[in-house]
């Protein structure tokens, strides 16, 4: 055959009917992969041995599973694959994560223990002790949480992720959060809106506060791998930076709770105890209580701050970058701005509210006479 030929039965077949065909049958490179994730139980366990986790010198546990699935789709299905996530026992209930490639390949794996029972056995101790040690007042706190939560997952997550402004939502509902949690809790009387006005002025005031902090520190909002993927998975149109401040705002409302009703309460309880009192003198021992209470507050949100990072904390004591560099990188940046944002919103929280609090119920005195 001539070179000519050759070339001429090669146009042939790319072009006739024949390597159509041959090119519709190759496969879709970009059919993603399927992925199940159900219950499933070990049935049994063998082959278990150490073996070292690629491209690091720790050694960890593998074992051969034989499990069956539970639910879903693949009921009944049994399947045996290698498992060096996390051992397992004969019996033990977990979550297997099942992939099944475009070319037909598949993939079993351990995706996570089965941990509803130990959560379910906390929440019916919590319970126990709510009701056992707080009455009604427990009932009423537990209220308030379920409304807090409905008003957070129905009212704020969908607001953010329909693409409305996280800043304007956030203020909204930390409002709405307030007034639900401190009325159902505490009732309606003067102390609890005192509290819910020292409150709301508290959340203005660090608002604005907040939002300088994140947009003067040129914060983006993309410290950890969720908020990459959630960015990427909604087509970039939730803002970031915003998430961050509605982030902040949300948790701060806690602890600025706590402080406020203890400031409220407490003038209330100057108020039944010495109803003679100027409002002067009564701000003046109410200020006296909530500087107790903020030493103590305070602390405790940097310290469970510092908890909950502790892995990055020794993850960077193995560096050798200054403690001026990593305090300027965003992750620490971000979580030292939720730490003094919070501080000052506790420390706003006690002049504001028991400046409220012993006009409004110091003037019930006043107009008495």
Known sequence: MTLRAAFLLTIF??????GALAQEAEPDPYIPDVEIIAKARVLE???????TLPGTNVEDDSQTLV?????GSEKGVRATFENDFTQLEVGDVFYA????????SEMWSVSDPYRLPVLLALAAVFLVLLLLFGGSQGIRGLASL?????????????????????????IGVS??????????????????????????????????????????????????????YLNFSTDGRINMVGLLFGGIM??????????AIGQAVAIDELYRAQPALTRVEAYRRGLRIGREHIGALVNTLAIAYVGASLPLLLLLQQSNVSIAYVLNGEVFATEIVRILIGSIGLILAVPLTTFIASRMLYGIAAHSH
């Open 250 to 259: 949300i948790g701060l409302l806690g602890v600025l709770y706590d402080i």
């Open 45 to 51: 366990v063998t082959g278990t041995q150490a073996a």
């Open 146 to 170: 379920i409304g807090s939560l409905f008003l957070i997952f129905y009212l704020l997550l969908p607001g953010i992720y329909g693409g409305h402004s996280p800043i304007l939502i956030s």
């Open 97 to 104: 994560r099942h992939i099944v490639s475009a070319d037909g």
């Open 13 to 18: 077949l790319l072009f006739s009917p024949f």
């Open 67 to 71: 499990v069956e699935i539970l639910e």
């Open 175 to 228: 409002s709405l959060i307030i007034l639900v949690g401190s009325y159902i809790t505490h009732g309606f009387n003067r102390a609890t809106s005192s509290a819910v006005l020292g409150m709301i002025a508290t959340v203005v005031v660090t608002g604005l506060a907040a939002y300088w902090a994140v947009h003067a520190g040129n914060l983006s909002g993309f410290t950890t791998e969720t908020n990459a």
